[in-house]
T-cell receptor, first 118, second 109 residues
Framework: GAVVSQHPSWVICKSGTSVKIECRSL??????MFWYRQFPKQSLMLMATSNEGSKATYEQGVEKDKFLINHASLTLSTLTVTSAHPEDSSFYIC??????????????FGPGTRLLVL | DAKTTQPNSMESNEEEPVHLPCNHS???????IHWYRQLPSQGPEYVIHGLTSNVNNRMASLAIAEDRKSSTLILHRATLRDAAVYYC??????????FGTGTSLTVIP
């Protein structure tokens, strides 16, 4: 299957600082990527849809000024958590939609980034 | 978004087949049925997906009911590495995924 990478795999930061997470599709071009957040013992929650060359679409309840998304190329999307606070500590996961013919598109997920805000 | 219902947990003996059910009575005609699995502290791994016909790949088989209101993921021979949370997701092609709670599969040696 297609490969999606994330960097960093884990990060610890001080409260009030900003953290950037990168998501890359390594062997295909992804016009659309997605960002999810997962708290312990819970399922993945979709945060936003990232479209190459345009503004991201945020899910209801997700602060777009706090979670900045940039999708500047067909293989890279970034999520910046601005002014991070301890409640932002979570497991952040991206996915990339692999284009396929015949409507059989699916998504491939990155390994996740563990964020701990002290 | 069409919802899915999965059992919270299931157990299987190693080297035996596993049938993981998913109910989706409100599925629409354009919804694909996607299956992913997730190990602790890892991103979800693609397993299989289909629209109407049964699908097979090297990892699993997907059996879709004729009325499409339910589906079953079949692992033909469970191994310890198959222990994970399995998610059944409905989505029209290219659309967002909304994850449910999934089924936690335990494989007993």
């Amino acid at each position: 299957g297609a490969v999606v990478s994330q960097h960093p795999s884990w990060v610890i930061c001080k409260s009030g600082t900003s953290v950037k997470i990168e998501c890359r599709s390594l062997d295909f071009q992804a016009t659309t990527m997605f960002w999810y957040r997962q708290f312990p013992k819970q399922s993945l929650m979709l945060m936003a849809t990232s479209n190459e060359g345009s503004k991201a679409t945020y899910e209801q309840g997700v602060e777009k000024d706090k979670f900045l998304i940039n999708h500047a190329s067909l293989t890279l999307s970034t999520l910046t958590v601005t002014s991070a606070h301890p409640e932002d500590s979570s497991f952040y996961i991206c996915s990339a939609r692999e284009p396929r013919q015949g409507g059989r598109e699916t998504q491939y997920f990155g390994p996740g980034t563990r964020l701990l805000v002290l | 978004d069409a919802k899915t219902t999965q059992p919270n947990s299931m157990e299987s003996n190693e080297e035996e087949p596993v049938h993981l059910p998913c109910n989706h009575s409100t599925i629409s005609g354009t919804d694909y049925i996607h299956w992913y699995r997730q190990l602790p502290s890892q991103g979800p791994e693609y397993v299989i997906h289909g629209l109407t016909s049964n699908v097979n790949n090297r990892m699993a088989s997907l059996a879709i009911a004729e009325d499409r209101k339910s589906s079953t993921l079949i692992l033909h021979r469970a191994t310890l590495r198959d222990a994970a949370v399995y998610y059944c997701i409905l989505s029209p092609t290219g659309n967002q995924f909304y994850f449910g709670t999934g089924t936690s599969l335990t494989v007993i040696p």
